[in-house]
Structures are given as structure tokens and as C-alpha cells.
């Protein structure tokens, strides 16, 4: 032992050190790995509705200018992921309409539900200047 300083200096000890030089490449892995396997869910509708048959169905190629709209055979509306009375789909869908003038109103209509119903739906939709509308049909093959 020496005298160092006025303090007693024992046998040299290696000095701790946590290698961090590879942590930033591990950040960034977890971080690569969490986006890739997030699934990220937009809205889920209150009930599912069991839509009526068609005999042929078109895909609608782009889905970015997609407002889904889901109609129950109680009366229940649904505009994207709210729930809205039928007096204010039109002021829903002009606010959405005005952010977006290619928007297509995808309607998801139960089989049940009463054409008197979807009728009043699309009068509301005409009122907010949607006149592009879709519906949702499952094939007759299916």
C-alpha cells in the first residue's frame, strides 16, 4: 500500500464500466420490432351486422377515402367509431366531406334493417352533398 494524496491507495481494481456502444442499435431493433407487429385498429363497430347477398361485388380499391357507416336493425347509426341519431349524420358527415371532397360513405346496412331506415339515412347523407356512396354486400358464393 502507498501513500498517495494522504490517503491509503490498496492494489489497484479494474474500474466498472457497462458497455452501452450497442444499446442505441438494440433501441432502435425494439423499436423496428413494436411498429412492425402493432396492429392499429380504427374504430370497431358497436354490432356487427350480417349484410345482405349480392349477386356481384366490386372492391373498393381505396380505402384512405373510406367513411364507414353502420346502420343496425334497431336504429343504431354509427359514423366511423361514434354513435350519432339520424338528425346529426348530416353535420358528421359535411364536417368529414370538408376535409376530404373524395370521401365515399360506405354504408353497413344489416339485412334486417327496414329500407324506410336506409332511406332516411341517404336523405341525411344528400343534405351533407355525399353523393359518393357505397354499399356493403357479401356475395351470393360466399
Not at 57 to 66: F, G, M, Q, W
Not at 92 to 103: D, E, S
Not at 111 to 134: D, P
Request: aromatic share 8%; no cysteine.
Amino acid at each position: 500500500m502507498a501513500l498517495v494524496g494522504g490517503k491509503f491507495k490498496g492494489p489497484s481494481q479494474p474500474e466498472v464500466v457497462i458497455p452501452t456502444a450497442s444499446m442505441a442499435d438494440i433501441s432502435f431493433l425494439l423499436l423496428i420490432f413494436f411498429i412492425v407487429s402493432t396492429v392499429f385498429v380504427r374504430f370497431r363497430p358497436e354490432f356487427q351486422p350480417q349484410l345482405p347477398k349480392a349477386e356481384s361485388v366490386d372492391a373498393l380499391k381505396n380505402r384512405r377515402n373510406i367513411s364507414y357507416l353502420w346502420i343496425s336493425p334497431d336504429g343504431i347509426i354509427q359514423i366511423d367509431s361514434s354513435l350519432v341519431n339520424l338528425n346529426s349524420v348530416a353535420g358528421v358527415m359535411l364536417k368529414k366531406i370538408q376535409k376530404n371532397p373524395q370521401l365515399i360513405v360506405l354504408i353497413k346496412s344489416d339485412e334486417k334493417t327496414r329500407y324506410g331506415m336506409v332511406s332516411n339515412v341517404i336523405e341525411e347523407l344528400r343534405k351533407a352533398n355525399a353523393i359518393r356512396i357505397a354499399f356493403a354486400a357479401k356475395s351470393e358464393l360466399e
